[in-house]
């Protein structure tokens, strides 16, 4: 008899609810009653009868078809689910059906809004380090022009975080810490489409090498007798 029931359970099949339904529906204006229908809807979806009767949806539930009528109306003028006319092309029939896209929309218009919050908080907390990194290597608090050049770089320039400290750094080697040097440190990183610290480095490993081997021949030529050491990159020179 237990076996009977299990394979009769099975045999039924099982329906697959997202998750994020269960988690934000309430902050779509869903009450517990209203989002319950909306299972039930789904459910005799899955099951083969995309359109219930207010009778059958109130059956299993502990509310009367009329009061189920009455929130199914109050559903869809909330926008939340939609009544379609479809076609049956093989009975060359149309019937119609309730759809939950609206609802599916709704909790994607959430889901993305709020992940469209969480960046510009991520956004905000980036540029606050940025801040932050800069005043601490200048020693002190930036002016307003250098907070509005640093603006520039970030918003009209689309310069990231990491690459504007990475500029940061190379002026700091180099010892010549100001917003003139950096501003031309990242024109040049821009120009040659240098967009993370890992190809800045690079590209600065190679121009180095380039330039120490350049600095050797003078000192080969002359059998050695001229020692000098090789100057730092100057970014200012750069044309």
């Not at 039930?40 to 109130?58: A, D, K, M, R, Y």
Request: with cysteine; glycine share 6%.
């Amino acid at each position: 008899m237990e076996k009977a029931l299990f394979l009769k359970w099975l045999s039924e099949g099982t329906i697959s609810i997202p998750h994020v339904l269960f988690k934000h529906y309430r902050s779509i204006g869903l009450q517990d009653e209203e989002c319950m229908l909306l299972l039930h809807v789904h459910t005799f979806i899955e099951s083969g009868n995309p359109f219930p009767t207010p009778e059958e949806l109130s059956g299993r539930m502990s509310i009367t078809p009329t009061r189920c009528m009455g929130m199914l109306r109050g559903l869809i003028q909330q926008g939340l689910l939609e009544i379609g006319q479809y076609e049956d092309h093989e009975r060359g029939m149309y019937y119609e059906a309730y759809s939950l896209n609206p609802l599916w929309e709704k909790l994607l218009s959430i889901l993305s809004g709020q992940e469209a919050e969480s960046d510009l908080a991520n956004k905000e907390k980036e540029e606050q380090s940025v801040y932050t990194i800069f005043e601490r290597e200048f020693g002190r608090p930036l002016s307003p022009m250098e907070c509005e050049t640093l603006k520039i770089w970030i918003d009209q320039d689309r310069h990231t975080s990491p690459l504007i400290i990475s500029a940061l750094k190379e002026a700091v080697m180099t010892g010549k810490l100001n917003f003139r040097y950096i501003d031309r440190i990242l024109f040049e990183w821009k120009k040659n489409n240098i967009q993370t610290p890992e190809q800045a480095r690079t590209y600065g490993e190679k121009f180095r090498a380039r330039q120490n081997k350049a600095a050797a021949r003078p000192a080969e030529s002359s059998g050695g007798r001229n020692q000098f050491s090789v100057p730092v990159y100057n970014w200012l020179e750069q044309s």
